[in-house]
């Protein structure tokens, strides 16, 4: 009789330097366990604050079994809440988003204020005490302008110190004052692992012809390593990023890159640097999308700020416009990737900005993306599948493996 291989045999087994095993991208089994130890214990990109900017705007967010409502407070605080009545468990909003005066469950209309207290629920007994029932709360951070949740009991409790270190990146650019100028939902057919590996590597950016107009493709490239035909790309992104750190330093923005992917709960990297033609902006020719900067610079040749944090989320913010996306598990072969472009808060679009041209080259982008992580998935749902080599340009693909198995062994280590 063969052995039942578990997932925790699974896990112990994973060879470094080589993608998983089929079962990590295809099991329900390993759905389940990525929800519970992964998106239900750490820090998780949510939404932006130019979502909710007036009290009572609110988004949900779904991660698995769990929703969870993210609400702007009469006080203008960002509060984030379990999406469950008190009452008899209905799910209380429905809608993606929206606006409320209170929070109405439309069952038994208990209703909650936006602060998650409970003011009415009609035909109580006489010792029915409201305050026991609010809504059960989600830890809720803002990272100037992002909105972290997690809905363990006692989240990783380095998230304070990363807020230090990044915010003096991320504050110059005014994203909590910012609105939104598009978002997009895109269903990609494959495990959400696939996608934040396809992400952490630009090995396969000759499939990104829109993207590489403006992106420095010799990214990841130690110098010996660089291509041939990349050597000329190479050599001006040399002279470009000396041009850009001598900007950088003028002005007091940081930009040497911090990188601590898997050594720690929460994984992240930023760092700033240069982009490629005009240097402003992800757009055609790297000029400015948006007449309006984000704030008041001096100039927009600015390249871009690259962050992002484990396990879900990424950023690219310029000086006229920043986007953000998400990761979001819909199950072992679906995942929603959310793309919300923000522009300055008084930016009219048709005046400052064309909506065409700010997305152009993120919504190619995002589309190439979503046919790579599908055939990746097919491919790895074929009995022909063996785990293969990472290359060396694929160190944060590795990084972000590593990080992810390390969670896994943490979390069946407490399971038994």
């Not at 079994?65 to 209905?90: K, L, M, Q, W």
């Not at 952490?200 to 000759?206: I, T």
């Not at 472009?341 to 048709?350: M, P, S």
Request: aromatic fraction near 10%; hydrophobic fraction near 40%; charged fraction near 25%.
């Amino acid at each position: 009789m063969t052995p039942v291989t578990t997932p925790a045999d699974l896990v112990s087994r994973r060879a470094v330097g080589q993608s998983l095993e089929a079962p990590f991208y295809t099991g329900e089994e390993f759905f389940g366990l990525d929800i519970e130890a992964v998106f239900a214990r750490h820090w998780i990109f949510a939404a932006t604050e130019a979502e909710i900017p007036e009290p009572g705007d609110y988004v949900t967010v779904t991660l698995g079994p769990y929703s969870i409502i993210i609400v702007r407070d009469d006080d203008e605080d960002v509060r984030a809440f379990h999406n469950v009545c008190r009452h008899r468990g209905a799910r209380i909003l429905n809608e993606d988003r929206g606006s409320v005066g209170n929070i109405v469950c439309g069952y038994h209309l208990w209703t909650y204020g936006v602060d998650g207290t409970l003011r009415h629920a009609e035909s109580q007994a006489p010792d029915f005490d409201r305050k026991c029932f609010s809504l059960k709360s989600v830890h809720v951070r803002t990272v100037a302008g992002l909105v972290y949740i997690c809905l363990a009991q006692e989240p990783p409790a380095d998230f304070d110190e990363i807020i230090t270190r990044v915010e003096p990146y991320l504050a110059p650019h005014n994203l909590a004052r910012a609105k939104v100028a598009a978002q997009i939902d895109l269903v990609e057919h494959g495990n959400w692992k696939l996608t934040m590996e396809n992400n952490r590597e630009c090995y396969h950016c000759v499939g990104h012809p829109e993207l590489q107009q403006c992106y420095f493709p010799t990214y990841g490239y130690a110098e010996q390593d660089v291509p041939a035909a990349l050597r000329p790309t190479y050599v001006r992104f040399l002279k470009t990023d000396a041009d850009a750190r001598t900007t950088y330093e003028s002005l007091g923005l940081p930009y040497a890159a911090i990188e601590e992917l898997d050594n720690r709960p929460t994984g992240f990297r930023i760092q700033r640097e240069p982009l490629d033609g005009a240097g402003e902006s992800y757009t055609p020719d790297g000029t400015a999308a948006c007449k309006r900067l984000l704030a008041d610079f001096p100039t927009a040749r600015l390249g871009r700020l690259s962050f992002h944090t484990q396990p879900n989320a990424w950023f690219h913010i310029m000086a006229d416009h920043a986007i953000t996306f998400s990761a979001i598990p819909l199950g072992p072969d679906r995942t929603l990737v959310r793309t919300t472009w923000l522009v300055h808060a008084d930016a009219v679009e048709g005046v400052d900005y064309d909506l065409d041209t700010l997305t152009k080259i993120w919504k190619a982008t995002n589309d190439q993306d979503a046919v790579f992580v599908a055939r990746a998935q097919r491919g790895i749902s074929s009995p022909a599948y063996v785990p293969g080599p990472y290359s060396p340009t694929e160190e944060q693909v590795e990084a972000f493996v590593n990080w992810y198995v390390t969670r896994l062994k943490a979390h069946l280590e407490r399971q038994r």
